[in-house]
């Protein structure tokens, strides 16, 4: 298509397919999009194509019209004598030039099964893998929720295996403890008892609904009758747990005949489709369909099923829908090309409840779908407003989020976690055990130590840089990140969130940066931020834990378990044992001189670090890298920590634990 001038000026090609539509006919027909190699796009239909195809170029226009004429170069159209030929032709052209943004079906579907091991004492789990293992396979289940509701009611039901791998073990698992495994790996429960269960599950899973539960039901009565109620229980809840799984795979007061209910979500270009199958009155089958779609949405049902019901065989008696004003067309395309005697329903909320929840149920599947789609093409509109807002050169596919977690300088760690396309990234974290501020509160040195351990080894390695660093705190943590990265010769936007009033700073800039509360962006740095707070902490929680419920005098020279907790019962604290003399050590713990003296001069040693962490701890609270309420919070937490270890101390002292009776109650 040759551009005309105007003006003096060449026409854009937006002006050019403007012009093309303005002069279209007003009676219907079908309409073609090409691109600059004359490739087919799109094919459309219309009642009137001069208004459809005007409507492209009026009024505020969708993302998908945005994105077909962006990518558009000319329009040819074909007038039909109305609409039902209309509809026609455009099933056959978009057959014939299967158009990039027209429905081309894909499959989503891929049902789990259920797998019992061929092993002597076999393994129970949900798989989409079947391996010719010799292994006894059950389902597909179309519900995943149902399948695993009926897994967890099993694991509560019949104590077997939760290992993928059985090995021999010493001691049970905590499953054991907790009454849900026999536990085979150390030899508590034979091969012939622990298939006693495995034979019960799988009669659970074998025949046909009433033939298996009355079969059950039978025996069930028959081991109550011989007074075995626990088996009489199991079985009872087992077959509650069934009917669960076989509720979910059924839409209840069905009459048993063959139907298919149609329902779609769609998201700007994209479109998908579920596809409930009712076969005998069963929920059989439930298909997700995903596609690219540029139609509008009234017109989305009838695109859909003529490539769905190409081959008429497959086509049921009747077939539900939502309410479209194709509705005419799809029943007449159904008689008369496919020659259907099949039976088209519009679904309205004053029909059949069990319509309406069938057809709802689809249209929540389709919509969980996009949900997942747009999650797996990532946060694009949160990532462009990103790079408009804070001037980035490129989109930020790649986050990386700092945070800093210690309580009163003790125990600090540095957070780093990894978003890929606005989604965590979870095999890129890390954290550090930071070594420069141990004792300390100055979360600037802090981050300064996090970040260059970090990138300088990100350099070494020659590994792809973040498009961004966020960093959870003000100007002051940014800064300090700029100034490190500065160091290091790298040239990465770095941004600070602030959790006050959610405000965004960037290096050298006071003046923070503001987005409305729904903006996306600010939705992605909140995500980001609390991310790594949530990581940071959970690491600093794993070490206080660690350090709490071990002894400080197991670190003393020939000191064990045992002793440790006759010197915790006589001195209770560190300071008391440094303070104390040889003989008093000598005594409780009926060692020679030379031995209680080691032990003595290791205890003051260790007392004497304690007390310059403390004192540097002090210094540093009034250190640029914290503030007068942080300061204040670190020494009221510290005063605490020390009366709780005290007071836990000195309960320990007083009431031993006792775990050779602990470990007798246990078997």
Sequence with gaps: MTAKTTGGKPATIREVLHETALKAPQSSGVYLWRNAENTVIYVGKAKSLKSRLSSYFSGQQSVK?????????????????????????????????????????????????????????????????????????????????????????????????????????????????????????????????????????????????????????????????????????????????LMVLQNQNIVESFEADDRDYIAYHSEGELVSFTVLKIRQGKLLGRENYRAESLNDDDDLIAEFMAVFYDDAVNIPPQIYIPATEEFDHIARWLHEEKKATSQVIMVSSHDLPRDVAALQMAKQNAKEDIVRRLRDRGDIPAMEELKLKLGLDTLPIRIEGFDIAHIGGKWPVASLISFYNGNPDKKNYRYFRLKTTDGLIDDFASMKEAVSRRYTRLLNEQTDLPDLILIDGGIGQVNAVEEILNSLGLDIPVAGLAKRDEEIYLPGNSTPICLPKRSDALRLLQRVRDETHRFATSRNQRLRTKENTQSIFLELPGVGEKRALQLQRQFITLEALAAAEESAIAQCLHVKAAEAADILLKARDLNAQRKEKKDLQRLSLGAAGTTKEKAAEASYIADLASQALASQALAAAENPPDYGSLAESKD
């Design 65 to 241: 019209t945005r994105l077909l004429i962006s990518h558009a170069n000319s329009i040819e159209y074909i007038t039909t004598a109305n609409e039902y030929e209309a509809l026609l032709l455009e099933n056959n052209l978009i057959k014939k030039y299967n158009p990039r943004y027209n429905i081309c079906l894909k499959d989503g579907k891929s049902y789990p099964v259920l797998r019992i091991t061929n092993e002597d004492y076999p393994k129970i789990f949900k798989t989409r893998r079947i391996l010719q293992d010799g292994s006894t396979y059950f389902g597909p289940f179309p519900d995943v929720t149902a399948l695993e509701t009926f897994l967890e009611t099993i694991f509560k039901l019949y104590p077997i295996r939760h290992c993928r791998t059985l090995r021999k073990r010493d001691t049970p698992c905590l499953y054991y403890h907790m009454k849900q495994c026999r536990a085979p790996c150390c030899g508590k429960i034979s091969k012939e008892s622990y298939n006693l269960y495995i034979g019960e599950i799988k009669r659970l899973l074998e025949g046909k609904g009433e033939e298996t539960v009355a079969a059950l039901n039978a025996e069930m009565k028959a081991a109550a009758a011989a007074l075995d109620f626990e088996k009489a229980a199991r079985l009872r809840d087992g077959i509650k747990a």
